[in-house]
C-alpha cells in the first residue's frame, strides 16, 4: 500500500524559505506523477506544483511561480517543495499526492488526477 508522510512544515516570517519533503514507502517503483497541494480551512484544496515521473517537467500554480521549486529524488523515493520568498497568503495545511497511473500534464494541479495522499504539514508565515 502506498504511504505518503509529509515533512518540513513549520513558521516563519515574510520573506522566509522552507523545504518541504514527501517519503514514498510501501512501493518499489518511483515513477508516479506527483504535486503538492495546498488547503485553507474551510477552502478547497489548490495544487501549487506537479511533476513528472522522471522528475524532469514542473508545473506551478501562478501564485507561487519563480517562488517555489519542487523536485524529486526517485533514487530514495522523496518529492521536495522548496519554498522561498514566503507570503502570509502561503500559510496553510500542504499535501503531497502521487497519481496512480498516466495523468496528463493539464492534469496535475487537479485533486482528482491523485489517488494517493499524505497527511499534510502545517505552514505559518507571519507577517
Known amino acids: 500500500q502506498v504511504q505518503l508522510v509529509e515533512s518540513g512544515g513549520g513558521s516563519v516570517q515574510t520573506g522566509g524559505a522552507l523545504r518541504l519533503s514527501c517519503a514514498v514507502s510501501?512501493?518499489?517503483?518511483?515513477?508516479?506523477?506527483m504535486a503538492w497541494f495546498r488547503q485553507v480551512l474551510g477552502k478547497e484544496r489548490e495544487g501549487v506544483a506537479g511533476?513528472?515521473?522522471?522528475?524532469?517537467?514542473?508545473k506551478y500554480a501562478d501564485s507561487v511561480l519563480g517562488r517555489f521549486a519542487i523536485s524529486k529524488d526517485n533514487d530514495k523515493n522523496i518529492l521536495y517543495l522548496q519554498m522561498t520568498e514566503l507570503k502570509p497568503e502561503d500559510s496553510a495545511s500542504y499535501y503531497c499526492?502521487?497519481?496512480?497511473?498516466?495523468?496528463?500534464?493539464?492534469?496535475?494541479?487537479?485533486?482528482?488526477?491523485?489517488?494517493?495522499w499524505g497527511q499534510g504539514t502545517q505552514v505559518t508565515v507571519s507577517s
Open positions: 511533476i513528472d515521473t522522471k522528475g524532469q517537467a514542473t
Open positions: 499526492a502521487a497519481a496512480d497511473g498516466p495523468t496528463y500534464f493539464e492534469q496535475w494541479l487537479f485533486p482528482s488526477a491523485y489517488s494517493y
Open positions: 510501501g512501493v518499489t517503483r518511483s515513477n508516479f506523477v
